[in-house]
Each structure stands twice: as C-alpha cells, then as structure tokens.
C-alpha cells in the first residue's frame, strides 16, 4: 500500500452524520457508513491528525436556502436535537466543528481557513451523502486547491445511482478513491 497519508498534512472531514439520518441509503448502509466514519476518526484521533466533524444546524430554518423547485420538497419531520452527531462519533473536544447552512462544508464557515492555519493539504472525506453534502464539500475542496482521498465505503448515496455517478464521474477526476481500510493502514 502506498503512503497514502501524511498525518500532519491530512484532515478528516466528515460530513451530516447527525441525528436526523434516514435509513434510504444505497449502496451503504447509514449504519456502515457511521461506522467506517467512527473508525476514521479514531485512527485520525489517535495520529493527532486533524478531524472536522460538520453538521447542518438551524434554529429557525430561515438561514438554509429554500430554493424554488419544480417539486414540492420532502416534508421534514426533524427529531429532537436532529442536529446532533450520532453518538457513534464520540465526539472529541480535539474536533473542530463545522455548522453549515447549505450543501457543501466551505461556504459561510471557517473550514479553509483552519485547514490552512494548520499547513493541511489533503483532506479525506466521508459521510452523507454521496451526491450533495460530500460532492459539494469535495467540489469546493478542489476548487481551493486541497488535495482529496475519498473514503469510499464510509459515504451513501439516496440511491445507488447517485452514489455510481459521483464514485464513477466526478470523484476521479479530482482525488484518489480508497477504502476505509485501505485508508486507516495508510495511517498506521
């Protein structure tokens, strides 16, 4: 396996694994996806890497874009403390914490700006999901220059089809795809 990850140069960043997670996800499972995530984390933790955990959070739901569509939205029937990270995360006070208010992790947040404070050039990615929060963050990532590594089992798609596109189309062209665990011996 090739050297992969430079600890001190690598962040992971990982994205919408909150409470409010269905469980209409494809290929993976939410369950699998938070686990692989957990396991990055921990690994990342325990290198003393840098570990972003972003969620969407509001109060009032009048700061996250409400678009015009074609279609009516889902209806959001958003459990209590729906903005929380699941527990599985174990949410560390080394974590820096991202609230974003749209699709990608950079706009409107401090995200670019820590990274770079702390000389980091490559981000690994995971979360959920595939086509909209970890596409958008991995756009916006290439866009500023950041080297990617895309945990591939550790993110879903809302549909296989969605998670095979970005996986097939778009994630190639700008970083490098591994597994969780290819990753995680990269590190060790």
């Known amino acids: 396996m090739e050297n992969l990850i430079n600890p001190k140069k690598t962040a992971l960043v990982v994205i919408d694994l909150q409470k409010w997670i269905g469980n209409q996800y494809a290929p993976y499972s939410a369950e699998q996806v938070i686990d692989n995530s957990a396991a990055l984390a921990e690994t990342f933790r325990k290198a ?16 996250i874009p409400q678009p015009k569509l074609d279609t009516v939205p889902p209806s959001l029937n958003m459990p209590s403390n729906w903005d ?27 995200l670019d ?22 596409d958008t963050t991995a756009r916006e990532a290439f866009m500023h220059g950041y080297n990617l590594i895309f945990s591939i089992d550790a993110m879903t798609g809302f549909s296989q089809a969605e998670h095979d596109h970005v996986k097939n189309f778009i994630f190639p062209r700008i970083g490098k795809i591994r597994t969780t665990s290819e990753i995680i011996k990269s590190m060790n």
């Open 48 to 63: 003393d890497a840098f570990v972003s955990l972003v969620h969407v959070s509001s109060k009032d739901m009048k700061d």
């Open 84 to 110: 929380e990270f699941v527990p599985k995360l174990n949410v560390s006070e080394t974590d820096h914490i991202i609230t974003k208010k749209q699709w990608g992790a950079f706009y409107g947040t401090d």
């Open 113 to 134: 700006l820590q990274l770079r404070r702390r000389g980091i050039d490559t981000i690994v990615l995971c979360g959920i999901a595939t086509g909209l929060g970890v």
